[in-house]
């Protein structure tokens, strides 16, 4: 599977970069998340409920940072099982740039899935995953300007 997007995020650049590296934010921003907890320095262990059609899992994962260049960019590894349901397992590449008051967003991400997400079609697995991310930006944004802004 394959992914990629822009987003205008309503924030600065710093302040994007600052909530995409909050894992209490992060937890808030994506649907089924339950736990985002670090392990190491840019290393975090995640626990999520996913739902892709019929099939109902709960995953547990890591996710590794890498490539760090605050506040513009990062890639990020992940990995996940599911039981029954299967893994996933992937990578995103995200690039921040400010236009003007807000920052544009650009990622890429690929992904790997088996068991039984990968049996029940790209299309349902495709759908569910652009969903998630549709719901991840659209939370961020509420984030974002709910937050106090920092006065100069």
Do not use: H
Not at 33 to 39: F, G, K, N, T
């Amino acid at each position: 599977m394959e992914m990629s997007s822009v987003q205008i995020v309503p924030a600065p650049p710093d302040r994007v970069w600052s909530a995409l590296n909050d894992p209490e934010l992060l937890k808030r921003c994506i649907t089924g998340c339950e736990a985002i907890e670090p392990i190491e320095e840019n290393q975090y262990k995640v626990s999520m409920t996913v739902k892709v059609g019929p099939v109902n899992a709960k995953f547990a994962g890591k996710i590794f940072l890498l490539d760090l260049n605050p506040p513009e960019s990062y890639t990020i590894n992940f990995e996940g099982q599911g039981g029954m349901a299967g893994f996933a397992k992937g990578n995103a590449k995200v690039a921040l740039s400010p236009e003007g008051e807000v920052t544009k967003l650009a990622y890429t991400a690929s992904a790997q899935i088996g068991g039984k997400l990968a049996q029940i079609g790209s299309r349902l697995v495709d759908g569910a995953a652009n969903k998630m991310a549709t719901d991840f930006f659209a939370a961020l944004a509420r984030e974002l300007k709910e937050e106090p802004q920092a006065s100069t």
